[in-house]
Protein backbone atom coordinates (compact mmCIF):
# COMPACT_ATOMS: atom_id res chain seq x y z
CA UNK A 1 0.00 0.00 0.00
CA UNK A 2 1.74 3.37 -1.01
CA UNK A 3 1.90 6.40 1.71
CA UNK A 4 -0.43 8.28 -0.29
CA UNK A 5 -3.24 6.14 0.45
CA UNK A 6 -2.22 5.25 3.81
CA UNK A 7 -2.82 8.79 4.34
CA UNK A 8 -6.13 9.02 2.86
CA UNK A 9 -7.16 5.88 4.82
CA UNK A 10 -5.65 7.64 7.95
CA UNK A 11 -7.56 10.73 7.12
CA UNK A 12 -10.90 8.65 7.09
CA UNK A 13 -10.26 7.15 10.04
CA UNK A 14 -9.35 10.14 12.04
CA UNK A 15 -13.17 11.94 10.94
CA UNK A 16 -15.61 12.22 13.81
CA UNK A 17 -18.35 10.24 13.56
CA UNK A 18 -21.19 12.55 13.09
CA UNK A 19 -23.88 10.22 14.27
CA UNK A 20 -22.50 10.19 17.55
CA UNK A 21 -22.40 13.90 18.11
CA UNK A 22 -26.32 14.05 17.58
CA UNK A 23 -28.03 15.03 20.72
CA UNK A 24 -29.52 11.97 22.84
CA UNK A 25 -32.62 13.65 23.14
CA UNK A 26 -33.21 13.91 19.36
CA UNK A 27 -31.77 10.08 18.86
CA UNK A 28 -35.02 9.29 21.32
CA UNK A 29 -37.24 11.08 19.35
CA UNK A 30 -36.17 10.24 16.25
CA UNK A 31 -36.48 6.19 17.41
CA UNK A 32 -39.82 6.69 18.75
CA UNK A 33 -41.13 8.28 15.31
CA UNK A 34 -40.24 4.78 13.82
CA UNK A 35 -40.97 2.55 16.36
CA UNK A 36 -44.45 4.00 15.73
CA UNK A 37 -44.38 3.83 12.52
CA UNK A 38 -42.93 0.20 11.67
CA UNK A 39 -44.48 -2.22 9.21
CA UNK A 40 -43.22 -4.98 10.41
CA UNK A 41 -41.13 -6.48 13.29
CA UNK A 42 -37.74 -6.55 11.03
CA UNK A 43 -38.01 -2.87 10.74
CA UNK A 44 -37.37 -1.97 14.56
CA UNK A 45 -35.16 -5.15 14.70
CA UNK A 46 -32.81 -3.76 11.72
CA UNK A 47 -32.37 -0.74 14.19
CA UNK A 48 -31.45 -2.67 17.34
CA UNK A 49 -28.54 -4.36 15.70
CA UNK A 50 -27.21 -1.29 13.41
CA UNK A 51 -24.45 -0.34 16.31
CA UNK A 52 -24.55 -0.42 20.07
CA UNK A 53 -25.54 3.56 20.70
CA UNK A 54 -28.92 2.54 18.70
CA UNK A 55 -29.80 -0.27 20.60
CA UNK A 56 -29.64 1.01 23.48
CA UNK A 57 -32.03 4.10 22.94
CA UNK A 58 -34.07 1.38 20.51
CA UNK A 59 -34.56 -0.70 23.92
CA UNK A 60 -35.32 2.59 25.74
CA UNK A 61 -38.98 2.55 27.59
CA UNK A 62 -39.74 6.07 26.27
CA UNK A 63 -39.47 4.18 22.40
CA UNK A 64 -40.63 1.26 23.77
CA UNK A 65 -43.76 2.44 24.80
CA UNK A 66 -44.75 4.27 21.09
CA UNK A 67 -44.12 1.15 19.71
CA UNK A 68 -47.21 0.86 16.68
CA UNK A 69 -49.23 -2.53 16.78
CA UNK A 70 -47.29 -3.40 13.12
CA UNK A 71 -44.15 -4.14 15.79
CA UNK A 72 -45.69 -6.52 17.28
CA UNK A 73 -47.03 -8.30 14.01
CA UNK A 74 -44.63 -11.73 14.51
CA UNK A 75 -45.76 -14.90 13.21
CA UNK A 76 -46.08 -17.61 15.90
CA UNK A 77 -43.91 -19.77 13.81
CA UNK A 78 -41.11 -17.63 14.94
CA UNK A 79 -42.49 -17.12 18.70
CA UNK A 80 -39.65 -17.80 21.31
CA UNK A 81 -38.17 -16.61 24.79
CA UNK A 82 -36.99 -13.38 23.43
CA UNK A 83 -39.82 -12.73 21.72
CA UNK A 84 -41.97 -12.73 24.66
CA UNK A 85 -39.18 -10.89 26.70
CA UNK A 86 -39.29 -8.27 23.96
CA UNK A 87 -43.40 -7.93 24.70
CA UNK A 88 -42.45 -8.01 28.65
CA UNK A 89 -40.25 -5.10 28.13
CA UNK A 90 -43.07 -2.96 26.60
CA UNK A 91 -45.31 -4.09 28.52
CA UNK A 92 -43.06 -2.60 31.72
CA UNK A 93 -42.64 0.36 29.31
CA UNK A 94 -46.82 0.96 29.32
CA UNK A 95 -47.22 0.24 25.53
CA UNK A 96 -50.89 -0.36 25.34
CA UNK A 97 -50.71 -2.23 22.60
CA UNK A 98 -47.97 -4.45 23.50
CA UNK A 99 -50.48 -5.67 26.63
CA UNK A 100 -53.38 -6.18 24.87
CA UNK A 101 -51.11 -8.66 22.50
CA UNK A 102 -49.36 -10.11 25.16
CA UNK A 103 -52.39 -10.48 27.12
CA UNK A 104 -54.29 -12.42 24.08
CA UNK A 105 -51.59 -14.97 23.33
CA UNK A 106 -51.27 -15.16 27.27
CA UNK A 107 -54.90 -16.15 27.58
CA UNK A 108 -55.59 -17.82 24.68
CA UNK A 109 -51.94 -19.63 23.46
CA UNK A 110 -50.30 -20.07 26.81
CA UNK A 111 -53.31 -20.70 28.63
CA UNK A 112 -52.21 -18.14 31.12
CA UNK A 113 -56.01 -17.05 31.78
CA UNK A 114 -55.35 -14.92 35.12
CA UNK A 115 -52.30 -12.79 33.30
CA UNK A 116 -53.51 -12.39 29.95
CA UNK A 117 -56.52 -11.61 31.11
CA UNK A 118 -54.79 -8.88 33.57
CA UNK A 119 -52.85 -7.35 30.54
CA UNK A 120 -56.13 -6.67 28.59
CA UNK A 121 -57.42 -4.81 31.90
CA UNK A 122 -54.76 -2.67 31.62
CA UNK A 123 -54.63 -1.84 28.00
CA UNK A 124 -58.31 -1.50 29.10
CA UNK A 125 -57.99 1.07 31.53
CA UNK A 126 -55.83 2.93 28.75
CA UNK A 127 -58.98 3.12 26.82
CA UNK A 128 -57.90 0.39 24.13
CA UNK A 129 -60.83 -0.71 22.56
CA UNK A 130 -59.91 -3.86 21.22
CA UNK A 131 -59.28 -5.15 24.86
CA UNK A 132 -62.44 -3.75 25.58
CA UNK A 133 -64.19 -5.61 23.08
CA UNK A 134 -61.92 -9.09 23.84
CA UNK A 135 -62.49 -8.41 27.19
CA UNK A 136 -66.20 -8.44 26.68
CA UNK A 137 -66.32 -11.56 24.64
CA UNK A 138 -64.76 -12.98 27.57
CA UNK A 139 -67.51 -12.26 29.82
CA UNK A 140 -70.34 -13.30 27.45
CA UNK A 141 -68.83 -16.74 26.99
CA UNK A 142 -67.55 -17.44 30.26
CA UNK A 143 -63.86 -18.22 28.64
CA UNK A 144 -62.01 -19.49 31.05
CA UNK A 145 -64.29 -20.93 33.57
CA UNK A 146 -67.61 -22.73 33.31
CA UNK A 147 -70.75 -22.15 31.91
CA UNK A 148 -71.93 -19.93 35.48
CA UNK A 149 -68.71 -17.68 35.14
CA UNK A 150 -70.54 -15.71 32.69
CA UNK A 151 -71.28 -12.29 33.55
CA UNK A 152 -73.63 -10.83 30.52
CA UNK A 153 -73.99 -7.31 32.20
CA UNK A 154 -70.65 -6.92 31.95
CA UNK A 155 -70.26 -8.14 29.07
CA UNK A 156 -72.09 -5.14 27.87
CA UNK A 157 -70.77 -3.04 29.71
CA UNK A 158 -67.15 -3.20 28.50
CA UNK A 159 -68.84 -3.17 24.75
CA UNK A 160 -70.66 0.27 25.08
CA UNK A 161 -66.82 1.59 26.25
CA UNK A 162 -65.64 -0.03 23.22
CA UNK A 163 -68.05 1.66 20.98
CA UNK A 164 -67.60 4.94 22.46
CA UNK A 165 -64.42 4.92 21.15
CA UNK A 166 -65.13 3.74 18.47
CA UNK A 167 -65.28 0.26 18.13
CA UNK A 168 -67.45 -1.05 14.92
CA UNK A 169 -67.74 -4.78 16.45
CA UNK A 170 -68.63 -4.03 20.04
CA UNK A 171 -70.91 -1.41 18.61
CA UNK A 172 -72.50 -4.07 16.27
CA UNK A 173 -72.64 -6.65 19.47
CA UNK A 174 -74.14 -3.89 21.98
CA UNK A 175 -77.07 -3.46 18.82
CA UNK A 176 -77.50 -7.15 19.39
CA UNK A 177 -77.75 -7.22 22.85
CA UNK A 178 -80.03 -4.63 23.08
CA UNK A 179 -82.59 -6.06 20.62
CA UNK A 180 -82.81 -9.37 21.90
CA UNK A 181 -82.54 -8.31 26.14
CA UNK A 182 -78.92 -10.40 25.72
CA UNK A 183 -77.58 -8.76 29.69
CA UNK A 184 -79.63 -5.76 29.57
CA UNK A 185 -83.35 -4.50 28.97
CA UNK A 186 -84.54 -5.41 25.67
CA UNK A 187 -85.03 -2.01 23.43
CA UNK A 188 -85.53 -2.88 20.31
CA UNK A 189 -85.40 0.43 18.59
CA UNK A 190 -82.46 1.67 20.23
CA UNK A 191 -80.82 -1.81 18.94
CA UNK A 192 -81.22 -1.57 15.70
CA UNK A 193 -80.08 1.92 15.37
CA UNK A 194 -76.81 0.89 17.23
CA UNK A 195 -76.79 -1.77 14.05
CA UNK A 196 -77.43 1.05 11.60
CA UNK A 197 -74.78 2.89 13.14
CA UNK A 198 -72.31 0.36 12.74
CA UNK A 199 -73.29 -0.58 8.79
CA UNK A 200 -73.14 2.83 8.36
CA UNK A 201 -69.42 3.17 10.38
CA UNK A 202 -68.13 0.25 8.16
CA UNK A 203 -69.30 1.86 5.10
CA UNK A 204 -67.29 5.09 5.47
CA UNK A 205 -64.14 2.98 6.41
CA UNK A 206 -64.71 0.65 3.29
CA UNK A 207 -65.49 3.54 1.11
CA UNK A 208 -61.73 5.45 2.46
CA UNK A 209 -59.68 2.18 1.69
CA UNK A 210 -61.32 1.69 -1.41
CA UNK A 211 -59.94 5.10 -2.29
CA UNK A 212 -56.32 4.14 -0.82
CA UNK A 213 -56.14 0.38 -2.02
CA UNK A 214 -54.23 -1.19 -4.90
CA UNK A 215 -55.03 -4.47 -6.30
CA UNK A 216 -52.40 -7.06 -6.91
CA UNK A 217 -50.50 -6.05 -10.28
CA UNK A 218 -52.02 -9.36 -12.08
CA UNK A 219 -55.51 -8.37 -11.47
CA UNK A 220 -55.20 -4.79 -12.49
CA UNK A 221 -56.49 -4.82 -15.86
CA UNK A 222 -58.99 -7.54 -14.81
CA UNK A 223 -60.03 -5.07 -12.34
CA UNK A 224 -60.38 -1.79 -13.54
CA UNK A 225 -63.28 -0.77 -12.22
CA UNK A 226 -62.58 -1.76 -8.37
CA UNK A 227 -61.80 1.96 -7.76
CA UNK A 228 -65.96 2.68 -8.74
CA UNK A 229 -66.63 -0.34 -5.81
CA UNK A 230 -68.06 -2.33 -8.92
CA UNK A 231 -67.87 -6.13 -8.95
CA UNK A 232 -65.76 -7.12 -12.20
CA UNK A 233 -64.88 -10.42 -14.16
CA UNK A 234 -62.01 -11.90 -13.22
CA UNK A 235 -60.89 -13.58 -10.00
CA UNK A 236 -62.27 -12.93 -6.66
CA UNK A 237 -61.10 -10.69 -4.01
CA UNK A 238 -61.77 -10.75 -0.48
CA UNK A 239 -64.35 -8.15 0.01
CA UNK A 240 -66.25 -5.51 2.22
CA UNK A 241 -69.27 -7.26 4.07
CA UNK A 242 -71.28 -4.26 4.18
CA UNK A 243 -71.00 -3.68 0.24
CA UNK A 244 -71.13 -6.91 -0.96
CA UNK A 245 -74.94 -6.57 -0.39
CA UNK A 246 -74.78 -4.18 -2.88
CA UNK A 247 -72.75 -5.76 -5.50
CA UNK A 248 -69.62 -4.44 -4.52
CA UNK A 249 -66.25 -5.70 -3.45
CA UNK A 250 -63.27 -3.14 -1.92
CA UNK A 251 -60.51 -4.75 0.55
CA UNK A 252 -61.90 -6.17 3.86
CA UNK A 253 -61.13 -4.68 7.24
CA UNK A 254 -57.21 -5.75 8.28
CA UNK A 255 -57.75 -7.64 10.90
CA UNK A 256 -55.38 -7.02 14.35
CA UNK A 257 -51.89 -8.71 13.98
CA UNK A 258 -53.08 -10.14 17.03
CA UNK A 259 -55.53 -12.03 15.30
CA UNK A 260 -53.48 -13.62 13.10
CA UNK A 261 -51.19 -15.31 15.47
CA UNK A 262 -53.82 -16.99 17.56
CA UNK A 263 -55.31 -18.22 14.34
CA UNK A 264 -51.91 -19.36 12.60
CA UNK A 265 -50.64 -21.11 16.83
CA UNK A 266 -53.41 -23.38 16.68
CA UNK A 267 -53.32 -24.18 12.93
CA UNK A 268 -49.92 -24.85 12.89
CA UNK A 269 -50.49 -27.14 15.93
CA UNK A 270 -48.09 -25.63 17.76
CA UNK A 271 -50.47 -24.46 19.77
CA UNK A 272 -52.89 -28.00 20.56
CA UNK A 273 -56.81 -27.91 20.84
CA UNK A 274 -58.59 -30.18 23.55
CA UNK A 275 -60.42 -32.69 22.20
CA UNK A 276 -63.83 -30.87 21.30
CA UNK A 277 -62.59 -27.64 21.00
CA UNK A 278 -62.81 -25.33 18.13
CA UNK A 279 -61.68 -21.89 17.04
CA UNK A 280 -64.17 -19.38 15.87
CA UNK A 281 -65.13 -19.71 12.22
CA UNK A 282 -64.63 -16.30 10.80
CA UNK A 283 -61.44 -16.29 9.38
CA UNK A 284 -59.84 -12.99 10.91
CA UNK A 285 -60.54 -13.86 14.76
CA UNK A 286 -58.38 -16.60 16.00
CA UNK A 287 -59.98 -17.12 19.59
CA UNK A 288 -60.47 -20.70 20.28
CA UNK A 289 -62.76 -22.25 22.59
CA UNK A 290 -61.46 -22.64 26.77
CA UNK A 291 -64.13 -25.59 27.34
CA UNK A 292 -66.61 -27.64 25.03
CA UNK A 293 -69.70 -25.92 23.19
CA UNK A 294 -68.49 -22.69 24.60
CA UNK A 295 -69.13 -20.92 21.12
CA UNK A 296 -72.40 -20.85 19.52
CA UNK A 297 -73.38 -22.42 16.08
CA UNK A 298 -75.31 -21.04 13.28
CA UNK A 299 -78.85 -22.00 14.08
CA UNK A 300 -79.39 -23.27 10.13
CA UNK A 301 -76.13 -25.43 9.20
CA UNK A 302 -74.93 -25.91 12.63
CA UNK A 303 -71.69 -26.39 10.69
CA UNK A 304 -69.94 -23.05 12.05
CA UNK A 305 -69.49 -21.76 15.34
CA UNK A 306 -68.97 -18.23 16.57
CA UNK A 307 -67.14 -16.38 20.00
CA UNK A 308 -69.25 -13.67 19.49
CA UNK A 309 -72.08 -11.60 17.14
CA UNK A 310 -69.49 -9.55 15.39
CA UNK A 311 -67.65 -12.43 14.02
CA UNK A 312 -70.56 -13.89 13.33
CA UNK A 313 -71.65 -11.05 11.55
CA UNK A 314 -68.83 -10.45 9.27
CA UNK A 315 -68.17 -14.19 8.89
CA UNK A 316 -72.13 -14.36 7.00
CA UNK A 317 -71.42 -11.42 4.76
CA UNK A 318 -67.87 -12.33 3.70
CA UNK A 319 -68.40 -16.08 3.21
CA UNK A 320 -70.97 -18.23 5.41
CA UNK A 321 -74.02 -16.45 3.42
CA UNK A 322 -73.19 -18.29 0.16
CA UNK A 323 -72.17 -21.68 1.81
CA UNK A 324 -75.00 -22.56 4.63
CA UNK A 325 -76.98 -25.20 3.98
CA UNK A 326 -79.78 -25.96 5.98
CA UNK A 327 -79.23 -29.36 8.18
CA UNK A 328 -81.59 -32.32 7.43
CA UNK A 329 -84.26 -31.20 10.55
CA UNK A 330 -85.06 -27.87 9.05
CA UNK A 331 -85.67 -28.95 5.27
CA UNK A 332 -89.28 -29.77 5.61
CA UNK A 333 -89.86 -26.26 6.54
CA UNK A 334 -89.48 -24.93 2.87
CA UNK A 335 -91.96 -22.34 3.03
CA UNK A 336 -89.84 -20.97 5.74
CA UNK A 337 -86.34 -18.10 5.96
CA UNK A 338 -84.20 -19.69 8.26
CA UNK A 339 -82.01 -16.61 9.41
CA UNK A 340 -78.14 -18.01 10.26
CA UNK A 341 -78.29 -14.95 12.59
CA UNK A 342 -80.16 -16.60 15.18
CA UNK A 343 -77.95 -18.20 17.41
CA UNK A 344 -78.25 -21.57 18.75
CA UNK A 345 -76.32 -22.77 21.98
CA UNK A 346 -73.61 -25.04 21.64
CA UNK A 347 -75.22 -27.51 24.81
CA UNK A 348 -72.83 -25.66 27.20
Known amino acids: MGTAQRKRLRTI ?10 PDDLVLHILSKLSSSASRPSDFINIIITC ?6 ALDPLVLSRAGVKTFAMKAERWSDPAHQFLKQCVNAGNREALYTLGMIRFYCLQNRGSGA ?3 AKAAIKSHALALYSLAVIQFNGSGGSKNDKNLRAGVALCARAAVLGHIDALRELGHCLQDGYGVPRNIVQGR ?5 ANAKELALSLRSMLT ?8 E ?4 L ?9 AITGCPLLSDFGCN ?5 AHPVNGFLKEWFESRRGVLDHGLRLCSHGGCGRPETRPHEFRRCSVCGAVNYCSRGCQALDWKLRHKVECVPTEQWQGNTGRRWRSWIWRDGGD
Request: a positive charge; charged letters at 30%; hydrophobic letters at 30%.
Open 250 to 254: VPARE
Open 13 to 22: SEKPDLFDQL
Open 222 to 225: EQQN
Open 118 to 120: SLM
Open 227 to 235: RYGCTVRGP
Open 213 to 220: WKPQQKHV
Open 193 to 197: RFLVQ
Open 52 to 57: KRLKRF
